[in-house]
């Protein structure tokens, strides 16, 4: 049973986090996630390093709030907890000195030391933390924190605190493992014993992977983006660990990565030249011309100027950059690109800025400010990717109004729609493979549509600034994974998912409304023969009679008023109740049609039961007259025509006790096969009687057939074919009615 008085309670473990530190994407979202799954009624405690590189003015305001020593190998270490409150999230800083406190984050010999003590400190800490905080989930992020899960398991699992926790492990990018020497599996981790986790750890005879160990040990696995989940369990794309990830791709999801709309809007921003907004975008030309006289190029607002901020790596495109930069600064596209990365590079892009100078601008630095007034200035985003994890920079850029230029994968194929030129629709261009010329034709698309079509260029610009991009559409698909771990805790009503509400039983009702009316009235026909279907179609009739008023109600409420609006009715319901019969009936309706194309000239009765009997698997059963009127019952099921039929016999039951089907007239023959295959049992004198009930349907009026009164013609032509088994009153007759049938058949 749901508990609604408990939150869940999650701690989200990254080795960096925005504002405190960050070096790339994993910062934004430890920075940005945390706060979105607050503001939808979660509790959140984030664990992040204390890092030496932290402000003061944030390390001033963390209060000491608990220290133990962790376990770590041989070793024992010092853990403090240190606890911030920040913009709602509350987080707890690892302090240790000997680890931690160092120039930057990563890149140092003992790095694998330094982040198995973070995991190993992550799971220890969960025994400390606030008072009424139980820890639900712990959701880890990369390599750095993918020994938590294992340790959990192999430490832990079985303390009562430890129970309930169920394990998260993110991929933000599954080219950085965490690989090591086997060394430390002992010296460092002490699971060398644990036969399980040494196996599981090894990723090959002297090495071992941190993050194969979350990938085997955590209870669900996500990453950023929904294509990059699909294509990671390829060998061009898993960097090895592919075969592990299809083997868990029942526990993998891709789960795209938001922004921070409120810290990147143009709108608001500081960093920027000029504000603007996506109904007047005046202040974009404005930021254009300043970033074009910073950077030493031609101000110009005729030219697109296409940017690029970025690592200046093989995996960013970089190669494709180098081979088609030539031909499209010749073309008229001005380009600046901001970054740092593999000499080549940075040596490729001087050599550009040199020989194209006021059309090509390099800052081979780290500005954050310079990157931000170049997302608003732009007209277009570069951004090539060998492959994408998720990318935050085309995202950011689209909230700027500038349209990113993509190759499709990863992220980047799940956030830039490529621009239809027929169509209209789109929030930037993209590519397919990973080719020079075709990125080169990419970023022309985009130029032509500058230089020719502005109206169309204004559109889509005004497409891609509409996006929600927002962490909120992100959280809540986390949360969608957090519940499903945790189905005892009830979900927030302010976050639960209401499509669930939709009105889809109407849409199922009504060809159940079309059927109850013929079993309705099958079980009028014969009250003697059988009543196993009396129970089901009345109950069922009352609900569905309202969705499928117009036809439906027509045709029970005509039985007390016009007989022939009742038989128009009937029609209509014999077309459609094939199509919406059960399979059982469809396959009956179609033997008994079958029956009624030969009955539909002569109709002779006794003849047609037989062959009825032979094709309908229920009338085989009896041959007496109580077996004639079921199987008027039966054929009554399958083909709405039949509720002319027992109406009749209804007529005749309610002139004489013994139910007396009539004889079908040619004109009728296709209607009323069924009424004539249950046998017309009437002598001459019952025929008289039914003929005088016909007229009279007051008479009848209980369960008055829709055909009854609509057939006074046929009443002369009754004493054609009355061939009652109970009285042997024309055996010549009889058989030569025989003989025709059998001659029909064999036409």
Request: charged share 30%.
């Amino acid at each position: 049973m749901a508990d609604s008085s408990k939150k869940m309670q999650i701690v989200f473990a990254s080795a960096e986090c925005a504002p405190f530190v960050k070096t790339g994407g994993l910062g934004d979202v430890a920075g940005s996630l945390p706060a979105a799954l607050v503001r939808a009624g979660a509790e959140v405690i984030v664990m992040v390093p204390k890092y030496a590189t932290i402000k003061d003015e944030y390390k001033s305001q963390m209060e000491h709030f608990s220290d133990f020593y962790v376990s770590l190998g041989w070793r024992n270490e010092y853990c403090g907890l240190e606890k911030l409150e920040h913009d709602g999230v509350t987080y707890m800083f690892i302090d240790n000195e000997r680890y931690f406190a160092r120039d930057y984050p990563y890149g140092f010999f003992d790095d694998g030391e330094r982040f198995a003590f973070f995991s190993k400190a992550i799971t220890e800490s969960l025994q400390h933390l606030p008072a009424g905080f139980e820890c639900d989930i712990l959701h880890c992020n990369d390599w750095q924190t993918a020994l938590a899960p294992v340790f959990l398991r192999e430490f832990y699992q079985g303390l009562p605190l430890y129970d309930r926790v169920k394990t998260v492990f993110s991929i933000h990018n599954v080219a950085f493992q965490g690989q090591f020497s086997d060394t430390v599996m002992e010296d460092i981790l002490g699971v060398a014993h644990i036969p399980a986790a040494a196996s599981q750890l090894r990723c090959d005879a002297c090495s071992i992977n941190y993050m194969l160990g979350a990938l085997r040990y955590a209870d669900a696995i996500t990453t950023v983006s929904p294509t990059y989940a699909n294509e990671i369990q390829t060998p061009e794309f898993g960097e090895g660990l592919d075969g592990v990830l299809r083997e868990r791709s029942y526990a993998l999801q891709g789960i795209l990565n938001g922004i921070d709309v409120a810290g990147f809007n143009p709108a608001t921003d500081k960093r920027i030249a000029a504000n603007y907004t996506v109904e007047d975008r005046s202040g974009k030309a404005v930021c254009k011309a300043k970033l074009q006289e910073e950077l030493g190029l031609e101000v110009r607002d005729d030219r697109p100027l296409m940017v690029m901020v970025t690592r200046l790596t093989r995996q960013k495109g970089m190669d494709l950059v180098m081979y088609a930069l030539d031909r499209i600064l010749a073309g008229g596209v001005q380009v600046a690109v901001l970054g740092t990365g593999d000499r080549d590079y940075e040596d490729g892009l001087r050599y550009f800025q040199d020989k194209y100078p006021g059309t090509m601008a390099a800052r081979i630095e780290f500005d954050p400010a310079l990157s931000q007034r170049m997302y608003a200035a732009a007209d277009m985003f570069l951004m090539p990717s060998k492959f994408e994890p998720c990318g935050l920079s085309q995202i950011i850029a689209m909230r700027y109004g500038t349209l990113p230029i993509v190759r499709e994968t990863g992220g980047l194929k799940d956030t830039v729609q490529p621009y239809n030129e027929f169509t209209g629709e789109g929030t930037g261009f993209s590519f397919t493979n990973f080719n020079g010329d075709e990125m080169g034709d990419a970023v022309f698309r985009a130029a032509r549509l500058f230089w020719d079509n502005r109206d169309a260029w204004n559109q889509l610009v005004t497409q891609a600034m509409s996006q929600d991009f927002s962490w909120t559409r992100s959280a809540d698909k986390y949360l969608d994974l957090y519940f499903f771990m945790h189905p005892e805790i009830e979900r927030p009503a302010a976050v639960v998912d209401e499509p669930e509400a939709a009105p889809d039983p109407v849409a199922a009702e009504e060809p159940k409304a079309e059927e109850k009316p013929v079993e309705a009235e099958t079980v009028k026909t014969d009250p003697k023969v059988k009543v196993e279907a009396t129970p089901e179609p009345e109950p069922e009739v009352k609900p569905a009679a309202k969705p499928a008023a117009k036809k439906t109600t027509t045709r029970k409420t005509t039985a007390k008023k016009a007989t022939a609006s009742k038989t128009t009715a009937a029609k209509t319901t014999t077309t459609r109740k094939r199509t919406t019969a059960a399979a059982k009936k469809a396959a009956e309706a179609e033997a008994v049609s079958e029956v009624k194309a030969e009955a539909a000239v002569k109709a002779p009765a006794k003849t047609t039961a037989k062959k009825t009997a032979a094709t309908a698997k229920k009338t085989t059963a009896k041959k007496s007259t109580t077996t004639k009127a079921a199987t008027t019952k039966a054929a009554a099921k399958p083909a709405a025509k039949v509720e002319e039929t027992p109406a009749e016999t209804k007529a005749e039951a309610s002139v004489e006790a013994k139910p007396a089907a009539k004889t079908t007239t040619r004109k009728r023959a296709t209607t009323t096969a069924k009424k004539t295959t249950t046998k017309a049992a009437a002598p001459k004198a019952e025929a008289k009687a039914e003929v005088k009930a016909k007229p009279a349907p007051k008479a009848a009026k209980v369960k008055a057939a829709p055909k009854a009164t609509a057939k006074p013609e046929p009443a002369k032509e009754t004493p054609v074919s009355p061939a009652a088994p109970a009285e042997k009153k024309a055996p010549s007759k009889k058989t030569s009615v025989r003989k025709a049938t059998a001659t029909r058949k064999r036409r």
